[in-house]
Nanobody, 125 residues
Framework: QVQLVESGGGLVQPGGSLRLSCAASGFGLDYNTVGWFRQAPGKEREGVSCISSSDGNTYYTDSVKGRFTISRDNAKNTVYLQMNNLKPEDAAVYYC??????????????????WGQGTLVTVSS
């Protein structure tokens, strides 16, 4: 069965850090562009970050640049999102994705091929 399974969400105080993980099963991530989306209550689902399969380029939405880092470990078939200096506005359900997009188009919903089930991140004091 082809699926993406996220983990690592939880409750963190503002200014804190979390690392999300996304493990793929049923297929290899190495030839896929992978990324993260998030959706906060009452808001549209938005692309957060993605990493290209072809050249390793990374892309971030403006609000997380300098705070979030995406990485991949092809040997473990896993992609990560390191989130530092978290803010209340980062609170959302975070979804792992694979994308057929080229370049920064992997940040847009139309490019997504596979969605994970999501993991909840809560940022609150």
């Amino acid at each position: 069965q082809v699926q993406l399974v996220e983990s690592g969400g939880g409750l963190v105080q503002p200014g804190g850090s979390l690392r999300l993980s996304c493990a793929a099963s049923g297929f290899g991530l190495d030839y896929n562009t992978v990324g993260w989306f998030r959706q906060a209550p009452g808001k549209e689902r938005e692309g957060v970050s993605c990493i290209s399969s072809s050249d390793g380029n990374t892309y971030y939405t403006d609000s997380v640049k300098g705070r979030f880092t995406i990485s991949r470990d092809n040997a473990k078939n896993t992609v990560y999102l390191q989130m530092n200096n978290l803010k209340p506005e980062d609170a959302a359900v975070y979804y792992c994705t694979t994308s057929r997009g080229i370049g920064s188009s992997c940040l847009y919903r139309y490019s997504v091929e596979i969605w994970g089930q999501g993991t909840l991140v809560t940022v609150s004091s």
